[in-house]
């Protein structure tokens, strides 16, 4: 039983034994309701180190947590074992309404609810089936740890009629291997972010490094810095921080480094897909994004956060009401998030007060210094034979004061420029002529 496909053959066969001891017990009474879990053991699954195995183990997952598991990945695997429960009330002339399910649009198989759980794990018992209940609280690891999905797609029905669903994330993982990173969408508006830079590229302060040493040291140890500490019963697990400073000095590097570091995903906040104007759907999207993070070791990157963590004015209209709702939410995810959340903005001013108390860390990202554009220039261009022998960076840096993504602009330029001339070698001109590129943005000359 050495592959994901062994594992799961067995755990199919096992889940089919225990519907059709479910539907004899309960239509024929071979057998009292109860007794279901004695008729049909559990696979021992302790030799197998599949992912579905190390979940069971790992959670260690009893017979109606796997019941339940085994139920929402069948439509997926093995869609025929669940035909059984298309049966029809020959007197009504429609399916048992004991036995829950739905109908897909393209699917043309049974789809389970939670009322088709309940009647394979309680069939008729009253108390079995609130013991089942339990097992789809917001607070159990089904929920918390996002491995399964509930759609109550109608309100005001009862609990047992939501569609129970994998999610997509620990479909990929249970039945390929593969650790699910989602894309960005509607539903997501985040991109995953990643860079080939390295820490030798990115040149800092000694202050600056020193808080973001502090951030990767919660990263890597944050239940021992809470538990350790006797801080876990008054500090909120989550991390906050705010990087400020002018455009092009490192903030959006740092942040991806960091991930890197400590081997986290770092999500970029899209803000042009999470702010919309009709009330209440800034925070839906906010929600989707939060939610999905809420049980993974993400980083959260808000950039240009001052747009969506902008101040609070005051109520003169219902728009001003709403954005400070807005505002609030915002305030009340960002606190109760338990992983890291890093805000980026080039005018720290514009932050609300409110944010700024809670953030743990405000990370100044001062323009570089002569020495540190040294550095850069020096690393921007550190292949051999790339510059003509008439280029004076210690010049450049001493005269011209850019931030790092403004040096990486003006090597990009004066790549074009070289090529452009059909030359081999970047000279003094071209870097000149980017140089001034860059500055007419910021309304400077030469």
């Not at 009340?332 to 108390?357: H, W, Y």
Request: charged share 25%; with cysteine.
């Amino acid at each position: 039983m050495n592959t994901i496909t062994d594992t799961l053959e067995l755990e199919i066969t096992w889940f089919a034994k225990v519907c059709d001891a479910r539907f004899q017990a309960y239509f024929q009474h071979s057998a009292p309701e109860n007794s279901i879990q004695e008729l049909c053991p559990p696979p021992d699954l302790n030799a197998s180190d599949t992912p579905y195995a190390k979940l069971v183990r790992e959670l260690n997952m009893g017979f109606n947590e796997r019941v339940i598991l085994m139920l929402a990945l069948m439509p997926h695997l093995r869609p025929q074992v669940l035909d059984l429960f298309l049966l029809l009330n020959s007197a009504l002339g429609r399916g048992y309404s004991e036995i829950g399910g739905w109908r897909g649009k393209v699917h043309s198989g049974f789809l389970p609810t939670c009322e088709t759980a309940a009647f394979i794990l309680a069939g008729g018992d009253l108390e079995q089936r609130f013991a089942v209940l339990s097992l789809f609280r917001d607070t159990h690891y089904f929920c918390t740890q996002r491995i399964l999905e509930l759609d109550h797609q109608a309100n005001r029905e009862p609990f047992f009629g939501a569609a129970l669903m994998v999610s997509n994330e620990y479909l990929q993982k249970l039945c390929g291997g593969e650790e699910h990173k989602p894309d960005f969408s509607a539903n997501f508006p985040a991109k995953l972010m990643q860079t080939k830079l390295t820490w030798k590229d990115l040149v800092l302060n000694p202050e600056v490094m020193d808080e973001v040493e502090n951030i990767v040291t919660w990263l890597r140890q944050p239940k021992a810095i809470l538990e350790n500490w006797g801080l876990d019963r008054s500090v909120k697990p989550g991390y906050r921080a705010l990087f400020y400073g002018p455009p092009g000095t490192g903030k959006t590097l740092t942040a991806s480094l960091i991930g890197d570091r400590v081997k986290a995903d770092v999500y970029r906040i899209d803000l042009s897909m999470i702010v919309s104007k009709y009330i209440g759907e800034t925070e839906k999207n906010l929600a989707n994004v939060f939610d999905q993070a809420q049980s993974k070791r993400w980083i959260l990157f808000f950039d240009e956060a001052d747009s969506l963590f902008g101040k609070r004015t005051q109520t003169s209209n219902s728009n001003d009401r709403h954005a400070n709702q807005e505002i609030s939410y915002l305030l009340q995810r960002v606190e109760d998030f338990p992983g890291v959340v890093i805000l980026a903005t080039n005018l720290k001013a514009n932050i609300d007060p409110a944010f700024s108390r809670r953030f743990q860390s405000e990370v100044y990202f001062a323009l570089p210094s002569t020495r540190q554009r040294l550095s850069l220039w020096q690393g921007l261009f550190s292949k051999e034979g790339i510059l003509d022998a008439d280029v004076k960076l210690s010049q450049l840096a001493e005269r011209y004061e850019l931030a790092g993504g403004a040096l990486l602009n003006v090597a990009r330029y004066a790549a074009i420029r070289a090529v452009r001339h059909e030359r081999t070698q970047i000279n003094q001109e071209d870097l000149i002529a980017g140089i001034a590129k860059e500055m007419m943005k910021e309304g400077k000359t030469l």
